[in-house]
């Protein structure tokens, strides 16, 4: 860095990221002081060998060759991966290094530091070669990644790309031996001194190390095994892409092979598995990672942009996956950048600018950077995306070389076009300027006004004493038909400190609806800036006025607003009349007949408005404003306000309710965000007393709809939300946002209403007006609606005081501000009847609300109840929304920032209630009671590239996640999923839902587009049977690793154990994935063939008997079940037998034995046995398949094989 600071300076190596500890003094931090500046003795050659401990005659003891080298390396490697990782925590935090162990020959990661050895034994200190230092970093990064853990068969593989695509060496740890050794792991070397090359070309045998070879020469060597895949990625950057299709050059090919590596290596849990030939099919197989990692959609069937490079480098190696399961064809990137950028490189102080030429067909640029003798022959630092065509790195040291390339990419993050040439600069301090146009939201013009003008202010900087002329251009883009622009010229005297130049953009006559930008253009002498403007050209519609058609009033065209006009004055046949009443598409709901007109309730118009005076659109914010005339004081009246997205079939969502607020004429408002879909409506219930409904229908009651329509966006998304992939598309954040929905109405009415008011229940008029009159200013009669300045996050126990104010013209306005209740499909479940109740009578603690608890971080019931709802508290996501007390997660779980509230994913809303997902149960939630998880969610586009994933936990002040199930949207927009599941023990309990775009199943999985939501809730102790059966179904297993073994952790009638157990242990051929697969370690035999010698292969557990009966029932204690073992038997099958057993605890399983049974042959058979499913939630059966011996749960035979499969019970009813 740069640091000017005089007199006595001390510096450690021990920074953010990075400490270095050497064992050349007691495991002490290097630390130097020094009086004029720092110099560590970088430059200082050894001075012979075997000086591992040697000083540059300054600092401490531990500022050894090995110290400063590694300090450097492993900061540079950090700084790469959060590039391209900038989410992984791991990446943000310190990793320590330990220099100079006293030992040779090696280097290693033990889980948490990275540990390096001295000089001897004919290798070098391991602690002064880069590769070695990159290679113990990326066991690190493999084991902190979005899978965790390190990666099966090898993650010695994975440590080596990591290595050699930052150094752009295949010779893994270069320099290892320094005694004239070259290496031979995975092949024997040609002139590699390290311990192996990763590229087929630079070892004897001149052939690609493939799966078969492996098998037949590693043996159980991580090392030689990790060479089959590593060969592959290398084989991919080195040749596949630098070949004919693609034909890229070296710097394009090392950053396409370099994103990939980092999207792709997290979501990989085994690289290969099964036979040789083809064994990447696997779903988190090595090839299928790298493939979406490429992909440009999610769908792999439509091939992807490399796929053809990807197929054939996997495919030459044998662990690719055959065609005819994973068709192999290169789609997804029309219209790529065919040509390189121009760039050139202005050095300033302690920075670089950056400027190139544009490139067709580019919809944006990566900048990346290096630095070093390599230049730009090594891996880089991606410093970020742009669409425009300056970019500047700052922070710079003076007087040091860097290196830049400009990479034009296409209409996706997977489209890459060929990379400028390496530019290289040394920034030194130099005058400058800078140009910051900071306000870059989007210029819209209108052609129907034409002429129009709009200005944007420019503020000039100068740096270093730059004086003199700055020439300021302004150029629209040629899609733009009828803009003009115009820039002016400013000048900069000495001493001046800023200068402002003034921007003028203009329509006239002659202007085509279209869209493009303004590019501001400003030089002097060799500097140039730019900056852009994005336009748009519309032809807004503008006011529109209804027709009566189809049932209802309809405007027909798009616009800024839609008026019913007269379309509505009056109520039904009897009370105006209403013209066309009642107004209602499909005539549902009639209105009231009785009173008299303009002295009794009627809806007389409806008005609905863009608030920005533009054409109404998707995701815009509107108003609606009723005018209705209230019956007497106007205290007993109220408007329902509900919207819909399809007016056609319309689904009605509920927005709020506001009171009238005083008699007569009155107009009542309330504004929401526009959904997608064409043609939209509102629908108005305005009422005499009663309860919120759609349709009340009471005597003096009236519904009336307004139809119009909406200018419609098309849904794109250009870039995969893989967790690797850095988030460089800005965040949408409408200009309001509503700070509450009515679901978090209180629901009690204020003890002192006046007790002269007629019962709430009553659908009569009072026979006479009261005597007394409440006055509508008194804080004594609080209104039971809330007002927008009431805050969520206050206890919802006591209604606000705000009450509407009285305004003495003739239309008198009060206004509350809402947005549309996220809601399910029917409104008796969108609007739980008690929401907006007066006084209601709860059952065993009723529905409960959720207030956000700062202790815990997410939403919390505190009371036990029926159900457990957080209202608004969830809607939105981060600062899409925004998200109220984001994230709201207990463990501080982030949301993703990309995209557009209510088009993009989102959590909306997550509830806990009793009951299963199609029944319920009045009363309390309730340990051993069933209850279901109902989540609301905006799902994105179809909704089938989305993925819901449940999890609950029994203690919510410190909660392990349990993985429920996951469930993919049926289709776009909002939607309610539901999940049901048996409450455990614990008093105070969590759920959480995970909403994702794509990735894998993680309680916290990364993602662009991702959101977690967690609600806590109270539970009442004491185990009660369900009053009806949940539906049963089938489920398959997964690994999970903290118990070792697979299990199906959802309720259901059968769990499948798949391929996860096929073959035995690791050495007979086909390793079994995650051996030995047993809860209490019980290791497999070693001797024999893959399906020559024994193995269990798969094992199943469902309901009823042998013979199927009663197997459409759940798995419930104390009933029937049946294990079923998938063996291969050796020879005949005479000498081999399976014994059965069963558990129910999984942390300290105690096995009881239920049977043995022996094959009918050899070869592949099926073993069953039937018996009664023990008490308990998470049980367990174990198979140990054995030739000869006796009888045991872990009998430990060479070729025995011992698995367990746990599953899901439900308790007795």
């Not at 959480?992 to 990364?1006: E, H, I, Q, T, W």
Request: with cysteine; proline share 6%.
């Amino acid at each position: 860095g740069n640091y000017n600071q005089a007199g006595n300076v001390t510096a450690k190596l021990s920074g953010e990221y990075v400490e270095m500890r050497d064992f050349c003094n007691s495991q002490n931090v290097a630390e130097v002081t020094q009086t004029d500046g720092i110099n560590w003795g970088g430059n200082a050659a050894r001075a012979s060998s075997n000086a591992d401990c040697e000083v540059p005659g300054f600092g401490d003891d531990s500022n050894t060759h090995a110290s400063r080298t590694g300090f450097y390396e492993l900061n540079k490697m950090k700084e790469i991966a959060r590039s391209r990782l900038p989410k992984n925590n791991w990446l943000k935090g310190q990793l320590v290094a330990k220099m100079n162990r006293e030992n040779s020959c090696n280097a290693y990661w033990n889980g948490s530091t990275v540990n390096f050895y001295r000089e001897g034994s004919g290798c070098g200190n391991t602690g002064e070669i880069a590769a070695v230092f990159d290679h113990e970093w990326g066991h690190g990064m493999d084991a902190n990644d979005v899978n965790g853990g390190i990666a099966f068969p090898s993650g010695e593989g994975i440590a080596d790309l990591y290595s050699a695509l930052r150094l752009n060496d295949s010779c893994i740890g270069r320099g290892f031996y320094n005694d004239g050794r070259k290496c031979a792991t995975g092949g024997e070397c040609k002139i590699c001194t390290g311990v192996r090359d990763i590229d087929q070309a630079e070892k004897k045998n001149g052939g690609p190390w493939t799966h078969t070879m492996s098998n037949n020469k590693c043996g159980s060597s991580v090392h030689c095994i990790g060479v089959v895949y590593s060969e592959a990625v290398w084989d991919l950057y080195k040749r596949k892409l630098q070949q004919g299709p693609f034909n890229y050059d070296e710097n394009t090919a090392l950053e396409i092979v370099t994103r990939l590596t980092y999207i792709a290596a997290g979501n990989i849990n085994t690289w290969f598995t099964g036979p040789p030939t083809f064994s990447g099919c696997g779903s988190q197989s090595g090839y299928r990672a790298y493939l979406e990692a490429d992909d440009d959609d999610g769908d792999l069937t439509n091939g992807t942009p490399h796929m053809s490079a990807i197929f054939e480098a996997f495919n030459d190696h044998e662990i690719a996956c055959p065609t005819y399961q994973i068709p192999v064809f290169d789609s997804g990137c029309p219209n790529n950048p065919q040509t390189q950028p121009e760039i050139t490189a202005t050095p300033v102080n302690m920075g670089v600018q950056l400027s190139w030429t544009t490139v067709s067909n580019s919809v944006e640029y990566e900048v990346l950077r290096s630095e070093g003798v390599m230049q730009c022959s090594q891996g880089k630092v991606l410093l970020g995306k742009t669409t425009g065509n300056t970019f500047e790195d700052s922070g710079l040291q003076n007087g040091r070389e860097y290196y830049y390339i400009v990479v034009p990419k296409g209409v996706n993050d997977a489209c890459y076009g060929p990379s400028s040439d390496c530019a290289a600069v040394v920034p030194s301090a130099q005058p400058y300027f800078t140009v910051d146009c900071s306000d870059s939201s989007v210029i819209d013009f209108d052609v129907n006004r034409v002429p129009a003008s709009v200005s944007r202010q420019c503020v000039v900087t100068p740096y270093d004493g730059w004086t003199g002329s700055i020439s300021v251009e302004c150029n629209p883009t040629s899609t733009l038909m009828g803009i003009q622009c115009e820039g002016e010229s400013v000048f900069i005297k000495a001493g001046q400190s800023t200068a402002t130049c003034t921007i003028t953009i203009s329509i006239v006559s002659g202007a085509e609806m279209s869209e493009g930008s303004v590019t501001m253009v400003a030089r002097g002498r060799s500097i140039e800036r730019t900056s852009s403007f994005d336009v748009t050209i519309t032809k807004g519609g503008g006011p529109q006025q209804a027709i009566f058609e189809g049932g209802s009033p309809i405007c027909k065209k798009h616009g800024s607003s839609c008026d019913s006009v007269s379309l509505l004055d009056g109520r039904g046949l009897n009370l105006g009349p209403e013209p066309n009443q009642p107004n209602i598409r499909g005539n549902d709901c009639i209105d009231g007949s009785s009173g008299t007109y303009h002295e009794d309730e009627s809806l007389d118009k409806i008005f609905v408005r863009s608030l920005d005076d533009k054409d109404m659109t998707e995701g815009s914010l509107i108003e609606v404003t009723a005018t209705v005339w209230a019956w007497n004081y106007g205290d007993t009246d109220s408007a329902d306000f509900y919207y819909t997205s399809d007016a056609l079939n319309p689904e009605w969502l509920y927005i709020g309710t506001v009171p009238a607020g005083g008699g007569g004429a009155r107009e009542l408002k309330v504004q929401y965000i526009l959904p997608e879909g064409e043609l939209q409506a509102v629908r108005i219930n305005f009422r005499y007393k009663g309860s919120v409904s759609v349709c009340s229908g009471g005597n003096y009651d009236e519904a009336d709809e307004l139809a119009f329509t909406v200018v419609t966006k098309t849904p794109t998304r250009s870039t995969s939300s893989h967790s690797s992939a850095p988030s460089l598309y800005p965040s949408y954040t409408p200009t309001l946002r509503p700070s509450l929905k009515p679901s978090t109405l209180p629901s009690n009415l204020p003890s002192n209403a006046p007790s002269e008011f007629p019962s709430l229940s009553s659908s009569a008029k009072p026979s006479q007006t009261p005597s007394v009159t409440p006055s509508l200013q008194s804080s004594s009669s609080p209104s039971i609606f809330t007002s927008p300045s009431w805050s969520p996050s206050q206890s919802p126990s006591a209604p606000p005081t705000t009450t509407p104010s009285t305004n003495p013209s003739y239309l008198p306005t009060f206004t509350s501000f809402f947005t549309p209740s996220i809601s399910p499909s029917s409104q008796s479940s969108l609007l739980p009847s008690w929401a907006p109740s007066i006084i209601e009578t709860m059952v065993n603690g009723g529905p409960q609300t959720a207030i956000f608890d700062n202790n815990i971080g997410a939403p919390r019931c505190f009371d036990v109840g029926v159900e457990c709802n957080p209202g608004t508290l969830m809607e939105g996501r981060a600062s899409l929304g925004p998200e109220l007390s984001s994230p709201n997660t207990i463990d501080g779980c982030r949301d993703g920032t990309v995209g557009k509230y209510l088009r993009d994913e989102s959590i909306e809303r997550v509830v806990v209630r009793a009951g299963d997902v199609e029944s319920t149960e009045e009363m309390n939630l309730t340990e051993g009671m069933r209850a279901t998880i109902t989540a609301t969610v905006y799902a994105w586009s179809s909704g089938q590239d989305d993925r819901a994933d449940f999890f609950y936990a029994s203690n919510a002040a410190n909660p392990t996640w349990e993985f429920l199930g996951t469930l993919i949207p049926p289709s776009g927009g909002l939607q309610e999923l539901k999940m049901a599941y048996t409450l455990p023990p614990g008093s105070l309990q969590a759920v959480r839902v995970g909403f994702r775009y794509k990735g894998s199943l993680n309680a916290c999985s990364p993602g662009n587009y991702n959101d977690r939501d967690d609600l806590v809730f109270s539970v009442a102790s004491g185990t009660s049977a369900p009053t009806s059966a949940p539906t049963p179904s089938n489920h398959d297993a997964i690994y999970d690793s903290g118990l070792g073994i697979p299990i199906c952790a959802q309720f259901g009638n059968s769990c499948d154990s798949l391929s996860l157990l096929n073959s035995r242990g690791e050495s007979i051929g086909i390793s079994e994935e995650n051996a030995p697969n047993t809860l209490d370690s019980c290791k497999d035999g070693a001797s024999g063939t893959y399906h020559s010698d024994e193995s269990i292969d798969r094992i199943v557990v469902k309901s009823g008997e042998i013979d199927g009966t009663g197997s459409d029932a759940a798995l419930t204690s104390h009933r029937r079940a049946t294990i079923i073992a998938s063996v291969f038997a050796f020879g005949t099958g005479t000498n081999d037998y399976a014994d059965f057993y069963y558990t129910n605890n999984l942390e300290n399983p105690s096995w009881t034995y239920i049977d043995t049974v022996s094959p009918a042959g050899g070869g592949v058979q099926e073993l069953k046995v039937s018996y009664d499913l023990p008490q308990g939630k998470r049980q367990a059966v174990r198979v140990n398949f054995r030739y000869r011996g006796s009888i045991s749960p872990c009998s430990g035979g060479n070729y025995d094989d011992h698995d367990d499969l746990a599953f899901t019970v439900s308790p007795g009813i």
